[in-house]
């Protein structure tokens, strides 16, 4: 059973960086894409980014393209998250998602009803 242990979360200002982890196992992981997502009080969760584990290809929401950038450690199993130039509006519990790969267009990607496994969440507070 593929399990997903974020970390990483915590509180900065206006204009901080932030590295979010996620520690995965219990599958093999060249075969799945890996993202971010994020859920604010009383919103939707939302896509941020994810990651083909074999290929490294990359995918971003407009909203955080140029200042996040999503990468993996093969060795370790670990995704990671790199936030930088953060803003309040980032505010949000950021979850960590796996799915096989398995549809032929990249945009299943950004949908959280693509992916089956999820982590607990990590919280990011982003102060003005």
């Known amino acids: 059973q593929v399990q997903l242990v974020e970390s990483g979360g915590g509180l900065v200002q206006s204009g901080d960086s932030l590295r979010l982890a996620c520690a995965a196992s219990g599958g093999t992981f060249s075969r799945y894409v890996m993202g971010w997502f994020r859920q604010a009080p009383g919103k939707e969760r939302e896509f941020v980014a994810a990651i083909r584990w074999l290929t490294g290809t990359t995918y971003y929401a407009d909203s955080v393209k140029g200042r996040f950038t999503i990468s993996r450690d093969n060795a370790k199993n670990t995704l990671f998250l790199q936030m930088n130039v953060l803003k309040p509006e980032d505010t949000a519990v950021y979850y960590c998602?796996?799915?096989?790969?398995?549809?032929?267009?990249?945009?299943?990607?950004?949908?959280?009803?693509?992916?089956?496994?999820w982590g607990q969440g990590t919280q990011v507070t982003v102060s003005s």
């Open positions: 998602a796996a799915t096989v790969v398995r549809f032929t267009y990249s945009y299943n990607y950004y949908d959280t009803a693509k992916y089956d496994y």
